[in-house]
């Protein structure tokens, strides 16, 4: 089965940044990405990276959250600047296919990592 390594959480505060990697063991999907859940809410998508470049934010990331994603090492990143106390939630990383761009079905899923933005 397919597993994905999330790398990177942990506190920050409000304006500061965060490197968020996943590395799967598996193929390479036509989509890798990130959602996140909060408290009390449901999980939303983040950001979503096709294999040749295309991406899809959050319009509550669009401007601050960076995703990038290196094929020959089935690696997608999320760089995440000016953080809010918003941002805070557990983040997952999934593969899939193209539903997984638009916060549709992923196939797979990684842990989540925690990521608190605070003081």
């Known amino acids: 089965q397919v597993q994905l390594v999330e790398l990177g959480g942990g506190v920050v505060q409000p304006g500061g940044s965060l490197r968020l990697s996943c590395a799967s063991s598996?193929?390479?999907?036509?989509?890798m990405g990130w959602y996140r859940q909060a408290p009390g809410k449901q999980r939303e998508l983040v950001a979503g990276?096709?294999?040749?470049?295309?991406?899809n934010y959050a319009d509550s990331v669009k401007g601050r959250f960076t995703i990038s994603r290196d094929n020959t090492k089935n690696t997608v990143y999320l760089q995440m600047n000016s953080l809010k106390s918003e941002d805070t939630a557990v983040y997952y990383c999934?593969?899939?296919?193209?539903?997984?761009?638009?916060?549709?079905?992923?196939?797979?899923w990684g842990q989540g990592i925690q990521v608190t933005v605070s003081s």
């Open positions: 598996g193929r390479t999907f036509a989509v």
């Open positions: 999934a593969q899939g296919g193209g539903g997984c761009f638009s916060g549709g079905k992923c196939d797979y």
């Open positions: 990276i096709l294999v040749f470049g295309n991406t």
